[in-house]
């Protein structure tokens, strides 16, 4: 039944990521977004609540200069809402939970728009986050560092592939993808 469970839920969040991104937004302005994003990865991952408000705040101040043309209007108040959560959140689980919002937005706009950096940026997966409904994250590292337990689970979860970056940068395969992994559960005790 859990498996049920994992297969459905990975299978609502591919088709979330199907959703379609204005024209108006452009990878150099995808890059602008990933540096703050990631600092509220590291820092939810650390149990560092104020880093990972900074992160959101210097992800505001880059979603300044976002495109509101058309329907980007709308993509970019979807970006902004959760990182106004966790830069006005006095507790790390409203963060972690409206992080898991800006995570779904990044990854789809990532996959669909793209970046120019050669920074290499993965999708991660902890089957046992928020109540085992699961949560996806980026990272820029193979090895897991967890947003949604820090350092009570750090490595729950596992990178299920490559979504941006130069393959010279790294040991992937040819067509710069990591394999898919079954979800790992280490580092973690039930």
Not at 91 to 113: C, E, G, N, P, Y
Not at 114 to 125: N, Q, R, S, V
Not at 146 to 153: A, E, L, T, V
Request: proline share 4%; with cysteine; hydrophobic share 40%.
């Amino acid at each position: 039944m859990k498996n049920i469970l994992h297969m459905a839920l990975g299978l609502l969040l591919s088709i979330s990521v199907l959703q379609a991104h204005s024209d108006a937004f452009k990878p150099t302005f995808v890059d602008t977004l990933v540096d703050p994003y990631l600092s509220m990865q590291k820092g939810l991952a650390a149990d560092d609540l104020q880093a990972a408000q900074v992160g959101a705040a210097a992800f505001l101040k880059a979603m300044k200069h976002a495109p509101h043309e058309g329907g980007a209007h709308e993509e970019a108040m979807d970006l902004s809402n959760p990182a106004k959560t966790i830069s006005g959140a006095e507790d790390i689980k409203v963060a972690r939970t409206a992080f898991l919002d800006l995570s779904q937005q990044m990854t789809s706009l990532i996959q669909h728009v793209g970046t120019t950096a050669d920074t290499p940026l993965y999708t991660a997966f902890c089957p046992m986050a928020f109540d085992n409904k699961g949560g996806q994250w980026i990272q820029s590292e193979k090895t897991v560092s967890n947003p949604y337990y820090g350092s009570m689970m750090l490595r729950c979860g596992s990178v299920k592939k490559k979504i941006a970056g130069s393959a010279e940068h790294s040991d992937d395969s040819k067509h710069g993808k990591m394999p898919i992994k079954k979800d790992d559960h280490s580092g973690h005790s039930h």
